[in-house]
């Protein structure tokens, strides 16, 4: 069993940059594969990014390819969501998933979840 607790959300400027962490006790995080959601006033939540156990395989929405990056130190049993040229639209609640077999887009599937933290992106 994992608790994840998401960290690094805040105010920026368009284009600017912010990194999200997820932090979890104990080293069953390494077992488990994490995903990112968002989640923006009066819409639903929506996938971001995924990353597998062994970080060997990442998966994201179009959205924000190349400008979000997921990654992960199980060391650390911490995982990251790097996100640069952040747009307004991209201001929402940022919620880190824990999922023990499923890695995907469907947000049923993950089994634990933290908090979330506010990202929010002034034009």
């Known amino acids: 069993q994992v608790q994840p607790v998401e960290s690094g959300g805040g105010l920026v400027q368009a284009g600017d940059s912010l990194r999200l962490s997820c932090t979890t006790s104990?080293?069953?995080?390494?077992?488990?594969?994490m995903g990112w959601f968002r989640q923006a006033r009066g819409k639903e939540r929506e996938f971001v990014a995924a990353i597998r156990w062994d970080g060997d395989r990442t998966l994201d929405v179009d959205s924000v390819k190349g400008r979000f990056t997921i990654s992960r130190d199980n060391a650390k049993n911490t995982g990251y969501l790097q996100m640069n040229s952040l747009k307004p639209e991209d201001s929402a609640v940022y919620y880190c998933?824990?999922?023990?077999?499923?890695?995907?887009?469907?947000?049923?599937?993950?089994?634990?979840w933290g908090q979330g933290t506010q990202v929010t992106v002034s034009s």
């Open positions: 998933a824990a999922s023990s077999r499923y890695l995907g887009d469907n947000s049923g599937a993950y089994e634990y």
């Open positions: 104990g080293s069953a995080f390494r077992r488990y594969n």
